[in-house]
């Protein structure tokens, strides 16, 4: 069973101008038709990765605090797929690596979830919250030093 993980960014941005600053790498940058390019980045990162952009938003996820509900007007969607056999740690970090990137290069507020089911941080009006600390952030410490806050 593989895993996913979504970087969810409210605001106005396209898929292309995502993939730009995901990968800043021309060769690295996922293609397709937008509003949904794509990647197999297994061999050099561990994961697949989809970026597509969209209206109407809805999350409802798991936080520390119960249940919680974003629904942005627009936003754009990083999905990284970990395969069941890809080396987790290893993923992880160069997936982070990828979000903190994002996070970096804009002010949007965004959202960073396992599964589609359990919010790992959020960033509203420039503050950076993360979940899961002592399970989820403890578990993947290189990841964890990646992330501020």
């Not at 996913?4 to 995502?18: K, N, V």
């Not at 949007?108 to 979940?131: P, S, V, W, Y």
Request: aromatic letters at 10%; proline letters at 3%.
């Amino acid at each position: 069973m593989a895993l996913e993980y979504r970087l969810t960014l409210a605001g106005e941005c396209s898929a292309e101008g995502m993939a730009e600053r995901a990968f800043p790498v021309m060769s690295e940058r996922p293609t397709g038709v937008a509003p949904r390019l794509s990647a197999d980045h297994q061999a050099e990162y561990g994961f697949d990765v989809t970026i597509s952009a969209g209206h109407g938003g809805y999350l409802d996820l798991e936080t520390d605090q119960g249940s919680w509900e974003w629904e942005p007007d627009s936003y754009v969607r990083i999905t990284f797929r970990l395969g069941k056999f890809a080396d987790a740690r290893w993923a992880v970090t160069n997936m982070l690596t990828v979000v903190r990137r994002v996070l970096d290069t804009g002010r949007e507020d965004a959202t960073f979830d396992f599964n589609g089911d359990i919010l790992l941080l959020a960033r509203r009006a420039g503050e950076l919250t993360k979940h899961r600390r002592d399970t989820w952030w403890e578990r993947y410490a290189s990841g964890n030093q990646l992330i501020p806050g």
